[in-house]
């Protein structure tokens, strides 16, 4: 896993970056497994956070900076367009960012492929939308990088994002189902075994949640924390079974890992190129993660009823010089309320 000191992290509309702080493992403890990859259960009950999760909608695209969105304003503001799928009487719920490209998607025409599916493509990147909803990202960064990175250089960040605009309180919860499908269709390095250093190179498929305290009445009000849900990272086959803390210097916010095995299982590895399926709850990780930030000296003003969870990222990230590509369906964060 992460050597001491280094752990690469994602935030929302903010750079990607990589930051150094030890990191820290406490326990092995894992969740509330609801089904393992590959299991079908019967639909989940609840209220379902993520919108449009079979992209019909498209995206709106980000600058090539987020200096440029907090210079505009808002995202909106900073927006490169409209890039839809299916649906274009709306505004897209999505947000695509690109974060420290030379190739920016703007201007994009879509292409129809035979398949019927949907591209939008440039030297660099490719965002693809199949009719049954699932959703291809990849990006070639030997494009991008026209020399293997040093650390603590910028790195390429391709992910989607959203906010959550329903915000039903931790205290409120019976359950909080995640589920979604994974599948890493390439991941290949392009650097030699001189250039490259696992330490600061690597591809990696983050995705974060924002845990935030919305109470104005609290002294944590807009305190928050990035929960994440780790899968693919080209320098570790196997699931993670331990939690993980630390802290962003950048965004000044601590981050929790879930253990993978929690999520995943033990036996999954995205290396095999396959699909992966997980369907779990995350309230008891959510909870554990509350814990472990009280630990550090976070939350501790914070009720569960002041906390919400506030928005998602996922997608690339890019440190090293790979080029990846994944496909995702299935995103689906559904509350259980305790009334329900």
């Not at 019967?42 to 969105?69: C, H, M």
Request: proline letters at 6%; one cysteine or more.
């Amino acid at each position: 896993m992460p050597g001491a000191g280094h752990f690469l992290v994602a935030c929302i509309a903010l750079y990607p970056c990589l930051t150094g702080w030890g990191r820290q493992v406490a326990g092995s403890h894992t969740g509330a497994v609801w089904a393992i990859a590959g299991e079908r259960g019967k639909p989940v009950p609840g209220k379902e956070l993520i919108r449009d999760a079979r992209f019909r909608q498209g995206f709106s695209l980000s600058p090539l900076t987020p200096e440029e969105v907090m210079a505009a304003g808002s995202f909106d503001k900073a927006s490169k367009g409209y890039y839809y799928f299916e649906k274009k009487d709306q505004k897209p719920v999505w947000e695509f960012c690109q974060w420290a490209s030379r190739y920016s998607l703007e201007g994009a025409v879509p292409e129809k492929n035979p398949d019927h599916s949907i591209t939008y493509r440039n030297a660099a990147k490719q965002i693809m939308r199949y009719r049954n909803g699932t959703l291809h990202i990849g990006v070639a960064t030997s494009k991008e990088y026209t020399r293997p990175r040093e650390a603590g250089g910028a790195f390429t960040g391709f992910l989607i994002q959203q906010d959550f605009p329903d915000l039903p309180d931790i205290g409120s919860m019976q359950h909080l189902y995640f589920s979604a499908a994974l599948k890493i269709v390439k991941c290949e390095r392009k650097m030699t075994d001189q250039e490259y250093d696992p330490i600061i190179h690597t591809a990696q498929t983050p995705l974060y949640f924002i845990l935030k305290n919305r109470n104005p009445r609290s002294k944590d009000y807009n305190y928050a924390i990035w929960l994440g849900v780790q899968s693919f990272d080209y320098r570790y086959p196997k699931m993670n079974p331990n939690e993980e803390i630390g802290f962003d210097n950048d965004t000044h916010m601590y981050m929790y890992n879930i253990p993978q095995t929690a999520v995943w299982g033990a036996k999954t590895t995205f290396h095999d190129l396959q699909w992966h399926r997980a369907r779990v709850d995350l309230l008891p990780s959510v909870l554990q993660a509350i814990e472990s930030m009280r630990s550090k000296g976070a939350f501790l003003h914070s009720e569960l009823s002041d906390l919400v969870v506030a928005g998602m990222n996922f997608g690339w990230e890019c440190p090293g010089t790979f080029d990846v590509a994944l496909e995702v369906q299935g995103l689906s964060l559904r509350v259980v309320n305790k009334n329900q």
